[in-house]
């Protein structure tokens, strides 16, 4: 006799079919994957007209999996909502007082705005785990030490043998495939205090050999930019370092006295002078007090709302070269608190964050801190809102926030198997 079974039950008995929902995410987490890997590379069409292969991946969200952009209302914050409000304002105020937005704007800024905070959406709503955290942070790091092995080779090869490269602009500076060094020094600041902020615990990011070449090579890389705002944006980083993991500190510092002489040797004597001049750029560091000058007369001048977007450029004919600097210009005491504020929120998340992760996964966080730290120094001598690893860090601290969560679970739902029963 063969005993009967309900016809729900058949149902659950039958091999689930791969559905549209799973592919999509799947092909979600594979694009969020190459988006990150691709951060390090940019390339130059024309003057003013760069190509990010990594936004070709942002699109292709929309495309081909948008729908499994998740809303994950942690994540997002009224913060997120002031900067977007303060662009559409700055744009009115703007378009009210010269009668039109200028191009420059309208698709380098507000446009530009919507890749940022795609990216942000793509990220929060891949990251589910602490797995994929670690795997996202993993894949970045290593994509970034690979491009600047190559670009540390180009810089080596023009200054020893005379050859023109790619991967060096402004006489001896080394910009990599970001085009520019002072960008690509921030770049490089942050994968450095990930890999640094990362290598301790149970579960380092890299082992010992993987970690010390990184750290040689992008230690190398920073010196090279020779840009002082990423110098700034690291010691900021690393004094932070110093005060919550002491030992951690001392590991760059040792790697930088024992290289110092190998890259002398290297370099050649001649290499002093170049360094000195590099370095130091008079003009250049009294061009950037300027700035800053002018950037508060213009806020005086409307300090509530700012003169609107892109006023301070078309006024001095340069950017003003500091984020909190053009919020004040452009944007006023309001942009200014939405910058702020925005900023501020995922200090104090990772920071809280930092704490009450579980031990295994307390280094990773303490790597975005630490990258979070180092873009705030690096953004007082560079206009940094718009880099791309920013954002990328921004995601991940609140995808981290979200994972502390008591209701940040996510249930892993598995299909009931029954066996048919002969009697």
């Not at 005379?162 to 690509?184: E, K």
């Not at 890999?195 to 040689?216: D, K, M, V």
Request: proline share 5%.
């Amino acid at each position: 006799m063969t005993s009967v079974i309900p016809y729900n039950r058949v149902q659950l008995a039958m091999p689930l079919p791969q559905t549209r929902t799973h592919r999509a995410a799947g092909i979600l987490r594979i694009l969020v994957v190459g988006y990150v890997a691709l951060l390090p590379y940019q390339f130059e069409f024309d003057k003013g007209l760069n190509f990010a292969p990594a936004d070709c991946c942002l699109l292709l969200v929309c495309v081909l999996a948008a729908p499994q952009l998740k809303y994950r209302k942690p994540a997002w914050t009224i913060w997120h909502w002031g900067i977007a409000l303060t662009f559409a304002i700055g744009s009115l105020v703007a378009a009210s007082r010269f009668g039109r937005l200028d191009r420059y704007e309208l698709f380098n800024k507000d446009a530009g705005l919507l890749l940022p905070f795609l990216s942000y959406a793509a990220l929060t709503s891949t990251v589910t785990g602490w797995d994929d955290l670690r795997h996202i942070l993993r894949v970045f790091t290593a994509s970034v030490i690979f491009e600047n092995v190559l670009a540390i080779g180009g810089y080596l090869a023009q200054y020893l043998f005379g050859l023109t490269t790619p991967f060096v602009r402004y006489g001896l500076r080394l910009s990599g495939m970001l085009l520019d060094p002072n960008a690509y020094g921030g770049l490089l600041i942050v994968a450095l205090v990930i890999c640094e902020g990362a290598s301790w615990g149970p579960a380092p990011l890299f082992q010992r050999r993987t970690l010390w070449f990184a750290r040689l090579t992008l230690m190398l890389g920073i010196l090279f930019t020779f840009s002082r705002s990423a110098w700034i944006g690291l010691g900021v980083a690393l004094l932070l370092l110093l005060v919550l993991r002491p030992k951690l500190t001392l590991r760059p510092v040792w790697a930088s006295l024992i290289g110092a002489p190998f890259l002398l040797l290297l370099m050649g004597s001649a290499f002093i002078p170049v360094f000195e001049e590099m370095a130091r750029r008079p003009k250049q560091v009294q061009g950037r007090f300027d700035l800053i000058h002018w950037a508060l007369q213009a806020f005086v001048r409307h300090p509530f709302l700012g003169g609107g977007i892109g006023s301070f450029r078309l006024a001095e004919g340069e950017v003003a070269h500091n984020s909190v600097m053009w919020f004040l210009a452009d944007f006023g005491i309001v942009g200014v608190a939405a910058l702020l504020g925005f900023l501020g929120w995922f200090f104090v998340k990772s920071w809280s964050v930092y704490r009450l992760a579980p031990d295994r996964e307390r280094p990773l966080v303490l790597a975005l801190l630490l990258a979070h730290t180092a873009m705030i120094g690096l953004a007082m001598g560079i206009e940094a809102f718009y880099q791309r690893h920013w954002w990328m860090i921004f995601a991940l601290i609140a995808s981290s926030y979200c994972l502390t969560l008591p209701t940040s679970g996510h249930p892993h739902h598995e299909a009931e198997v029954f066996d048919h029963v002969d009697s």
